[in-house]
Nanobody, 127 residues
């Protein structure tokens, strides 16, 4: 079992920045790929970014490439999402997720690949 707790959400103006954190406990964090998803009201939960267990590979949704950066610190059992140049359309609840399943690149983009989820943190970007 892996427990995930997100933090760092809040209200920010368009063009601003936020850094989300996800603290993990339970199983060996360093063996899990960690992802961020988001869900806006009335919309499906969508992929944002993933980092593999070794940080060797990162993957991003096209909508956030060049603006968001995912990273992890295995010594602290924490994954981060640095969000810059925020837009009103980034407004959503952001969820941290973990998987230790074998995955091809395309697998990481699907929420079905992830077995563990946090409770979410709200990010609101005002125009």
């Amino acid at each position: 079992q892996v427990q995930l707790v997100e933090s760092g959400g809040g209200l920010v103006q368009a063009g601003g920045s936020l850094r989300l954190s996800c603290a993990a406990s339970g199983h060996i964090f360093s063996t899990y790929a960690m992802g961020w998803f988001r869900q806006a009201p009335g919309k499906e939960r969508e992929f944002v970014a993933t980092v593999t267990w070794s940080s060797r590979n990162t993957y991003y949704a096209d909508s956030v490439k060049g603006r968001f950066t995912i990273s992890r610190d295995n010594a602290k059992n924490t994954v981060y999402l640095q969000m810059n140049s925020l837009k009103p359309e980034d407004t959503a609840v952001y969820y941290c997720a973990a998987t230790n399943r074998f995955s091809y690149e395309y697998n990481y983009f699907s929420r079905l690949q992830y077995d563990y989820w946090g409770q979410g943190t709200q990010v609101t970007v005002s125009s």
